[in-house]
């Protein structure tokens, strides 16, 4: 039987008036048969399509969105980098701020775009359901206004994923109950295809056409699920103008690095002879000696000429090839975050409130006494994996949301003793002593008061091994000051804090072996997870959660719960 879930998205002005237009679009999303590489299988789809509809939205807009589950799993969605002020109960993640969408129920979403301009996107919340359930969510400037830079002719959206010849469930589920590294992907996609380097693609492989003389931009998307990416497109220059739906200070370059979560929005200009050209993506490995998907997804940039249309692909016609770095290259993946700036004097808080130093790694568990472990315990000489943040490995709630506990006042849900610094200090990206191995376990919190100045200090370590993790925070954009590589020193390296123009993100790339300074206001009372982007690891527990508290009179404080929240 084919598992299928039932969305309707409903976009609305906020608060309209007689002169305003209420759009209103019915989306279904259900289980479709789809082949990728040579294989034919169900997957869980949005509107019978994979990706997921692409979402088009005005800054200032309110977006209402039903979504009825026909599926066998629970879900929930997440609106990724939406701030949803005020409005928790929209955010999304599974018994964060709801419990999931039981099979055969509904609930709808209802949230307003305040202040954020430019490419984010939508997916699963649930389990590994964001393999195939995702779409991208593009917000345009408000009416009457445009990008600080030259229209382009065109926009397309890139959306990069994963592809798994088996069911994403079951390939985190097996991981789960062996305690080993789930399988890696069998292939790379854009815009759900493979592309022309994979078995039974090439005939698939996505075109984006372009005229002489026209200037693309390329929102690009990274929606895989345990892997950062590069991106290029052959022979043409990439002009970087924003990440995050957040503008920057445009820069020009030939490659692009994302880790899962992130968006880039690039201009190109079709300036070279015509012809067909490699968009292509590759991993970008950091982890020594981890096991990942070494393959190279494409798309092909074709001019239209009088021989070449856009409604003929040309397959006849061999695409110019696409030079990548290579896939442990992390010079150029620094040189590219290191870059990005915002485009005017940002107001980066300067007085700190709440200071912490969080550490970020993998780890490993004992075989549990009792337990069969060739069965279950087939991690490294006998172990299982885990991960965590200063030393305690998050678990998810079970019998109510976090939210619900927060705004309710409902005991033994989560307590709020998430340490604000390391437990024990020590060689953080060295040879780390395998008695700090393995962490603890729990549901804990950071509370923060409403109004916080709030700089986190993310440090990675070295515990089993040094991995490069996109961290990503609900609820909130924040201003990343600075990166390095080593243990983050504050006697040395607040000097090289940027405080004037640091770029604005939602997800931030945490460097191998490294560190990374983030800052914003906690301005938005909910329950927020912060966690990996990598699903592999969040599954482990490399996650937290801030509590921000209520401020003072109703626009300082979260809306009440809608009637048809889920229940657990």
């Given amino acids: 039987m084919a598992s299928f879930l039932f969305i309707v998205f409903i976009f609305a002005n906020a608060l309209p008036t007689l002169a305003q237009i209420v759009h209103q679009h019915d989306f279904i999303v259900q289980a479709s048969r789809v082949t990728r590489l040579c294989k034919t299988q169900n997957i869980v789809t949005v509107n019978g399509q994979y990706p997921g509809p692409t979402l088009e939205i005005n800054?200032?807009?309110?977006?209402?969105?039903?979504?009825?589950?026909?599926?066998?799993?629970?879900?929930?969605?997440?609106?990724?980098?939406?701030?949803?002020?005020?409005?928790?109960?929209?955010?999304?993640?599974?018994?964060?701020?709801?419990?999931?969408?039981?099979?055969?129920?509904?609930?709808?979403?209802?949230?307003?775009?305040?202040?954020?301009?430019?490419?984010?996107?939508w997916h699963a919340h649930s389990s590994w359901l964001r393999a195939t359930v995702y779409g991208a969510l593009i917000i345009h400037p408000k009416q009457g206004t445009s990008y600080p830079f030259a229209k382009p002719n065109r926009e397309t959206p890139l959306i990069l994923g994963e592809w798994w010849n088996a069911n994403p469930i079951d390939v985190v589920r097996e991981a789960t109950r062996t305690g080993a590294a789930p399988n890696v992907s069998d292939a790379f996609t854009i815009n759900g295809q493979p592309g022309d380097f994979y078995n039974c693609s090439s005939k698939d492989t996505i075109v984006v056409p372009i005229?002489?003389?026209?200037?693309?931009?390329?929102?690009?998307?990274?929606?895989?699920?345990?892997?950062?990416?590069?991106?290029?497109?052959?022979?043409?220059?990439?002009?970087?103008?924003?990440a995050d739906a957040s503008y920057l200070k445009p820069f020009t370059t030939n490659v692009i690095m994302l880790g899962p979560g992130q968006t880039t929005d690039v201009l190109i200009t079709a300036d070279q002879t015509s012809a067909r050209y490699h968009i292509a993506?590759?991993?970008?490995?950091?982890?020594?000696?981890?096991?990942?998907?070494?393959?190279?997804?494409?798309?092909?940039?074709?001019?239209?000429?009088?021989?070449?249309?856009?409604?003929?692909?040309?397959?006849?016609?061999?695409?110019?090839?696409?030079?990548?770095?290579?896939?442990?290259?992390?010079?150029?993946?620094?040189?590219?975050?290191?870059?990005?700036?915002?485009?005017?004097?940002?107001?980066?808080?300067?007085?700190?409130?709440?200071?912490?130093?969080?550490?970020?790694?993998?780890?490993?568990?004992?075989?549990?006494?009792?337990?069969n472990a060739s069965k279950s315990c087939q991690g490294p000489n006998g172990t299982r994996f885990t991960a965590s943040m200063n030393?305690?490995?998050?678990?998810?709630?079970?019998?109510?949301?976090?939210?619900?506990?927060?705004?309710?006042?409902?005991?033994?849900?989560?307590?709020?003793?998430?340490?604000?610094?390391?437990?024990?200090?020590?060689?953080?990206?060295?040879?780390?002593?395998?008695?700090?191995?393995?962490?603890?376990?729990?549901?804990?919190?950071?509370?923060?008061?409403?109004g916080a100045r709030v700089q986190v200090v993310l440090q990675g370590t070295n515990i089993f091994t040094a991995e490069n993790h996109?961290?990503?925070?609900?609820?909130?954009?924040?201003?990343?000051?600075?990166?390095?590589?080593?243990?983050?020193?504050?006697?040395?390296?607040?000097?090289?804090?940027?405080?004037?123009?640091?770029?604005?993100?939602?997800?931030?790339?945490?460097?191998?072996?490294?560190?990374?300074?983030?800052?914003?206001?906690?301005?938005?009372?909910?329950?927020?997870?912060?966690?990996?982007?990598?699903?592999a690891h969040i599954t482990w527990g490399l996650a937290m959660v801030f509590v921000v508290e209520n401020g003072i009179g109703e626009s300082q404080k979260l809306e009440p719960p809608p009637a048809d929240l889920p229940v657990c």
């Avoid at 609106?79 to 709801?98: K, V």
């Avoid at 929102?219 to 290029?232: K, P």
């Avoid at 990548?324 to 290191?338: G, S, V």
């Avoid at 072996?513 to 966690?531: L, Q």
């Fill in 59 to 121: 800054n200032g807009d309110t977006l209402v969105v039903k979504v009825t589950n026909r599926a066998k799993y629970n879900v929930t969605i997440h609106w990724h980098g939406i701030r949803q002020m005020r409005t928790a109960w929209s955010d999304g993640p599974e018994f964060i701020t709801q419990c999931p969408i039981r099979p055969g129920t509904s609930y709808t979403y209802r949230f307003t775009v305040e202040g954020q301009e430019g490419t984010l996107w």
């Fill in 211 to 242: 005229n002489s003389g026209e200037t693309n931009m390329l929102r690009v998307i990274n929606a895989a699920m345990n892997q950062q990416l590069f991106f290029t497109v052959a022979n043409h220059k990439l002009v970087v103008v924003g």
């Fill in 281 to 371: 993506a590759s991993a970008y490995q950091s982890a020594q000696g981890a096991p990942f998907d070494n393959t190279t997804t494409t798309a092909i940039l074709q001019y239209n000429t009088s021989s070449c249309s856009s409604k003929q692909k040309c397959v006849s016609t061999k695409p110019v090839e696409a030079n990548l770095p290579k896939f442990n290259d992390t010079r150029i993946a620094t040189k590219f975050t290191t870059t990005l700036r915002s485009p005017r004097k940002a107001p980066v808080p300067t007085d700190i409130d709440e200071n912490l130093f969080i550490t970020a790694g993998l780890g490993l568990n004992k075989c549990p006494s009792g337990s």
């Fill in 391 to 450: 030393n305690v490995s998050f678990i998810l709630p079970s019998k109510v949301s976090l939210l619900q506990a927060f705004d309710q006042g409902i005991g033994g849900v989560y307590t709020t003793d998430f340490p604000p610094n390391p437990p024990l200090k020590f060689d953080y990206t060295g040879n780390v002593s395998r008695s700090l191995w393995q962490p603890i376990s729990g549901t804990k919190a950071y509370k923060l008061k409403y």
């Fill in 470 to 535: 996109p961290i990503h925070l609900h609820g909130y954009d924040f201003y990343i000051v600075a990166e390095g590589f080593g243990n983050f020193n504050p006697n040395t390296d607040t000097a090289k804090f940027n405080l004037i123009d640091p770029p604005m993100r939602n997800t931030a790339s945490l460097p191998v072996g490294g560190w990374v300074v983030i800052r914003f206001v906690a301005d938005n009372p909910g329950t927020w997870i912060m966690h990996c982007h990598l699903d």
